[in-house]
């Protein structure tokens, strides 16, 4: 199977191309940005040696069809999509911030509660919750947008504000935008069964100074989901939820002995288990859309891309 893992193309009037842990994203002419979602994998900030087959696909579907779903009350970057695996929208300057929002004591704030904190990003959380139960209301958490290679850090809004990292001005309509976005997401996930535990959004201003959507929504990258069918029992047994997450993935690196953290080996991946995980995207992508996934042909996968974004372009 041909999976996408690196990209090395020269588009006409390409200035730059960025390359990030799953994405890669070339300017052109300082006024679009052509995103190409490989099939890359990451967990605790670090790509994974295997890519998986059609996941790049999965994820710039589902965002694109989210993006097309909440365009009405949060604008964003998309222009057009000539492949598969390509968004095309406006060049956007990305403020330095993703907006974490957590319906429920899931993921990484469960890890923390454990360990007897209450507090995550300056935002208190309620004593005598068990791990999967629901927020009085969600809570904004919001990290530092590392550099490649580098680890996303906690960080509150007092210091975000206090460092100048954003304007207060600014910081205010991230926020709205973040709330209006996770309440639009969970009405969608309600739809389809499942509960939108949380998900992290990225925003930028374009040349204008508007500020938009910019990267993934409510991807299982980006996003947890849990089936709404028999999550309450599931809670009052004390069982683990069954979820749509890339969680999974990061479960079963725990298993392994690794948690991105250093001198730590990543574990091998067998056929069998990269075949397992890409099941696992298609599954989620059916799941999350309430479509059908259909599989692009990867039988010449770059040939494919830069003769769409070329044509696109012209």
């Not at 790509?47 to 365009?71: E, Y």
């Not at 949060?74 to 929002?101: S, Y």
């Not at 309620?126 to 958490?141: A, Y």
Request: proline share 4%.
């Amino acid at each position: 199977m041909n999976t996408i893992n690196k990209t090395n193309f020269n588009f006409p009037n390409q200035k730059s191309v960025y390359k990030g842990k799953v994405r890669e994203v070339y300017n052109i002419n300082d006024e679009l940005l052509v995103m190409i979602a490989s099939d890359r994998l990451s967990a605790f900030d670090v790509v994974l040696p295997r890519q998986i087959p059609f996941k790049g696909q999965i994820l710039n579907q589902i965002a694109t069809k989210m993006m097309n779903d909440t365009v009405d009350i949060v604008p964003n970057w998309l222009l057009a999509n000539p492949d598969e695996n390509v968004a095309v929208g406006h060049l956007c300057e990305p403020f330095k911030v993703e907006m974490v929002i957590r319906g429920y004591l899931s993921g990484h704030a469960a890890r923390e509660y454990k360990v007897g904190k209450r507090v995550l990003c300056g935002v208190e959380m309620p004593d005598g919750l068990k791990e999967n139960d629901k927020f009085p209301n969600p809570i904004i958490t919001p990290s530092t947008k590392a550099e490649n290679g580098e680890h996303d850090e906690d960080i509150s809004r007092e210091d975000i504000l206090a460092n100048k990292i954003v304007s207060e001005e600014d910081y205010l309509v991230l926020e709205d935008y973040t709330r209006k976005l996770f309440q639009r997401g969970t009405e969608i996930a309600a739809k389809r069964g499942l509960i939108l535990v949380d998900t992290k959004y990225e925003f930028g201003k374009t040349k204008e100074g508007k500020i938009v959507l910019i990267d993934e929504i409510h991807t299982p990258d980006s996003s947890r989901y849990f089936y709404a069918d028999g999550y309450e029992e599931r809670q009052h047994k004390g069982e683990n939820q069954k979820q749509l997450s890339k969680e999974f993935v990061r479960q079963w690196l725990i298993e392994n002995g690794f948690q991105g953290k250093e001198n730590q080996q990543i574990p091998a991946m067998s056929e069998a288990k990269i075949s397992e995980i890409s099941n696992r995207y298609i599954e989620l992508y059916e799941q999350i859309t309430g479509e059908k996934f259909v599989k692009a042909s990867t039988e010449d996968v770059l040939a494919r891309i830069e003769k769409n974004i070329t044509d696109f372009l012209a």
